[in-house]
C-alpha cells in the first residue's frame, strides 16, 4: 500500500514527490493524462514541438534554477513582446511605444492619460476602475479593457484588483511623451530575464526532479472516499493512502467526494475560470515568427496571445523552419467556442495581418484546455477559503495553481510543493 499519495503529474506534483525523496520518504504519484508534466508538457507534430501554452520560467530562487537547468542548460531570453493593435505593431508595453500610431490616436491617449482620474490606488476596488485612474479613458478603454474581455474572459468590472501586483506597467509621462515620437529601448517588462531549456521543451525543467519517481499515467480519478482513505480510478482500479495531497482543480476534486456540505458546493458554484484553445502552427520558413510573443487588442481576432515556440529554442522547428502558437481563452461558464471556428478565425486573421502566407503554413492543430486562469472576481478569497478548509478537515492537502486556486507562476506551484 502507498503511503503518501499525490495526485496529479504537473511540476507541483511532482515538486511534492522530488521533496519527499529528498527526505527518504516514498510517493506514488496518479496521473490522469498518458504523460507527466501538466501544463508544463508539450506535444509534437512531426519535428514541431509545442509547450502546452507559453511558459518561461520566472524562478529566482538559486537551487531551483540549477535544478531546472541541470538537465539540458537554459537559454535566457530579454523579454521584448509587442502588441498588434488595429494594424499597427507596438512595443511593449503599448502606452510607452505609442510612436507608430496616427497622431489623433495618441492626442486621444496622452490627453487622456494627464487628466487621468486621481485616486488612491490602495481605494480602488474594480479593475475597471484600477485601468483608468493607472492609463487614462482612452487608452483603458481602447487596450486593456478588450484585452481583459479576451483573456480573463469577463470584463474589467467584474474583476478585482489584488492579483495585478508587478504584472501591470505604470507609466509616467515623460516616458510616455518620449515613446510617443520614437519607440523606446528599454525594457519596462516585470522580469528583465526569462529563462527557456535548451532542448526537449519547457517541460526539460522537470527532468532531473522527476528522476525515479514513481508516476502512474492514464489513472484518472474519480472517486475519493476521504473517511476510508480510498481512491478509485477511471480504469477501476483502486488504492489506500495514509496522506493526499492534491494538485486537482478545487471543482474537480469537490466532484469526487461524497455528502459535500451545501456551503462548500455553493462555494464551488462562485469559482470562475478560463478554459482555453491552443492553435499551433509550424512553417515550412524560418522567419515567420518576429517576436517571442505579442498581444492582440483587436476584437474581431479571436486570440489574445500569440508566441513563437522556435524563438523560445530552435530545438521545437526542424532546420529551416518557424512556428506560432495562439492562445484563445473564454469563460469556462459560458457556451465554449467552436473548434473549428477558433481555428479559422485564427489562420486567416493571421494571414490578413501579414504573419504567413498560406502557402507557409506546413502545420496546423488546435487543442483545448479546461482549465487555463483563474479569474479573480471579487468573491474568489472567500468561496477558495472554504473549500480549501474543507479539504484540510478531510485530511487532503490542496497544492498548486488549481490546487490552491491562484494565479501561480511555475516556480510557485514548485514552492507549494517544497513547502507541503
Ligand atoms: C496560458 C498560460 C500561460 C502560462 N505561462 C507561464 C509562464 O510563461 N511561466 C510560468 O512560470 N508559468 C506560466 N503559467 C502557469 C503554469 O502553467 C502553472 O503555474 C503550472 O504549470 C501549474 O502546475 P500545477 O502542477 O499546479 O498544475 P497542472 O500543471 O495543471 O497539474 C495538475 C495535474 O493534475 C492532473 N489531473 C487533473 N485531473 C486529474 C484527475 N482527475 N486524475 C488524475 N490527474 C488529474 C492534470 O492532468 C495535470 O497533469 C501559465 C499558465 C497558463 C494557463
Known sequence: MPNNVILGAGIAGISAGYHLKQKGIDSVIYEKDNDWGGLCGNFTIGDFRFDRFVHFSFATDENDKSLF????????????????????????????????????????????????????????????????????????????????????????????????????????????????????????????????????????????????????????????????????????NSITYERLISTLPLPEIINMLPDVPQEVKHAVDGLHWTCGYQVSLGFNRPDVAKYLWFYIYDQDILSARVYSPSLKSSDNVPEGCSSLQAEIFFDCKAKILDKKEVLENTISKFIEMGLFKKEDLIVQDIRFEPYANITFVPSIYKHRQIIIDYLKTLGIESIGRFGKWDYKWTHQAFADGKEV
Open 69 to 236: 537547468s541541470a538537465s539540458t542548460g537554459m537559454i535566457e531570453h530579454i523579454p521584448f513582446p509587442s502588441n498588434y493593435y488595429k494594424g499597427f505593431w507596438l512595443r511593449h508595453p503599448a502606452q510607452n511605444n505609442l510612436a507608430p500610431l496616427p497622431i489623433q490616436e495618441k492626442v486621444d491617449i496622452i490627453t487622456d492619460f494627464v487628466n487621468r482620474p486621481q485616486k488612491d490606488i490602495s481605494n480602488i476596488v474594480t479593475y475597471d476602475e484600477w485601468l483608468r485612474v493607472q492609463y487614462g479613458n482612452y487608452f483603458a478603454e481602447h487596450f486593456p479593457f478588450v484585452y481583459t474581455k479576451k483573456y480573463w474572459g469577463v470584463s474589467a468590472d467584474k474583476l478585482e484588483t489584488k492579483w495585478v501586483g508587478i504584472r501591470m506597467y505604470t507609466p509616467d509621462l515623460r516616458q510616455v511623451l518620449q515613446g510617443s515620437y520614437s519607440t523606446q529601448d528599454e525594457c519596462f517588462y516585470f522580469a528583465k530575464k526569462m529563462l527557456y531549456p535548451k532542448k526537449g521543451g519547457f517541460k526539460s525543467i522537470l527532468n532531473k526532479c522527476r528522476e525515479g519517481l514513481d508516476i502512474k499515467l492514464n489513472h484518472k480519478v474519480i472517486g475519493i472516499n476521504a473517511q476510508d482513505k480510498i481512491i478509485t480510478f477511471a480504469n477501476g
